[in-house]
């Protein structure tokens, strides 16, 4: 159960690999100074349609393909990764147990206290645990997190990888990747965000995403099924083209003048609305009333003005995300197009950075 870790140690130089539904993205960081960071080289390389379902891997050769061509347009001798499970395929909980707990002791324990909850016999799963830290409530004890996935869901993605030639050093999950690509976007804010609530929404090709942090702790998230493959489909049957044509039309800004008004604001508006309505949903589920800032990511969050109109339909304060806002870039990387993916680049960016883990 414990022979793939979904947490890891220091790893040597590692790309970032994140597989979305509808593209591969991969990052390369390398460190600059005590704290600072570089981006030596990153790339986004579209997948065929349905290559990747609700996270997934449906054609895992033609995913192998993506990648592998990705990984020679990127230029880096480097072949290791990290990649990252959804978290739908994660079951995570967190447990209190005794300080001073053996490494053999703490893995019996993990196992005891995962067999209560994961509803798939034990040896179908990967499990892996991390020590938090001490418990808030007791001197006496640690707070541990647990993760477990199908061994299945983890064996496609590593299929994936070795298919096209590299090699998996660490799994990780995309909502904890995301969080920390995250923590740099909120050092931007006002006061670094300190006591404020944020919503970070990420704009996918399938769904919304939203998920509520204070002071650094997540406090909600919710999915929602909307995303920028119904612009691509919309774009399909106004203009006559499959999916693939729409797609790439879309992506290469190579539309009639009429899309901005007759499909893109439409668009928008819908999805500044499907903001909205995912806040009221948080407002009605939990004890909060407000939030402070909204944080939009992912390929729809690179829409031009879509900030805006989501700001003034929610009447709170917008920002696109940009994790590099304070890292330097290599010569291979051009600042004005990487400030236009950024947004696309959260989980990638969180998986770079595990090669700097302590």
């Known amino acids: 159960m414990f022979d793939f870790p979904l947490f890891s140690s ?3 130089p590692l790309l970032g690999l994140d597989i979305s539904s509808t593209s591969v993205k991969l990052v390369e960081l390398s460190a600059n100074g005590k704290d600072g960071y570089r981006v030596e080289r990153y790339i986004i390389d579209v997948l065929p349609q349905d290559a990747v379902s609700e996270g997934n891997i449906v054609d895992l050769d033609a995913v192998a393909e993506v990648v592998k061509r990705a990984w020679k347009r990127l230029g880096t001798s480097t072949r290791n990764v990290a990649m990252a499970l959804p978290a739908s395929a994660v079951i995570t909980k967190k447990i209190i ?3 001073g707990q053996r490494e053999d002791e703490l893995e019996a ?3 005891a206290e995962a067999s ?4 798939f016999p034990l040896e179908e799963v990967n499990l892996d645990f991390q020590v938090l830290g001490p418990a808030a409530a007791s001197p006496d004890e640690i707070e541990v997190l647990i993760a477990a ?5 983890v064996e496609d993605r590593i299929a994936v990888a070795e298919t096209a030639g590299l090699k998996v ?3 990780d999950v995309e909502s904890f990747a995301a969080f920390s690509s995250f923590q740099f976007v909120q050092k931007q804010l006002p006061g670094e965000g300190k006591g404020r609530i944020i919503a970070l929404v990420d704009l996918g090709g399938h769904a919304i995403n939203v998920t509520v942090f204070k002071d650094g702790q997540q406090i909600y998230a919710r999915e929602q099924a909307f995303g920028g493959n119904q612009l691509t489909q919309d774009i399909a049957r106004h203009y006559g083209m499959n999916f693939a044509e729409a797609e790439s039309a879309k992506r ?6 009429t899309y901005e ?3 893109l604001r439409p668009f928008i508006e819908s999805t500044a609305l499907e903001v909205a309505r995912a806040l009221q949903f948080f407002f009605t589920s939990t004890q909060f009333n407000e939030v402070h800032q909204i944080v939009l990511s992912g390929g729809c969050a690179q829409i031009s003005d879509v900030d805006e109109i989501v700001a003034t339909r929610t009447q709170v304060d917008t920002i696109i995300a940009n994790p590099f806002a304070d890292m330097l870039l290599s010569d291979r990387v051009r600042a004005q197009q990487l400030l236009a993916d950024a947004p696309s680049l959260l989980v990638a960016c969180g998986l770079a950075l595990r090669r700097f883990d302590e």
């Open 10 to 12: 220091r790893t040597p």
């Open 97 to 99: 147990v005794p300080e």
């Open 109 to 111: 324990l993990v196992e």
């Open 116 to 119: 209560q909850y994961i509803p």
């Open 149 to 153: 996935s199908r061994k299945e869901k």
């Open 169 to 171: 050093l660490v799994m």
């Open 252 to 257: 290469a800004d190579n539309l009639p003048d």
């Open 261 to 263: 008004a007759e499909l």
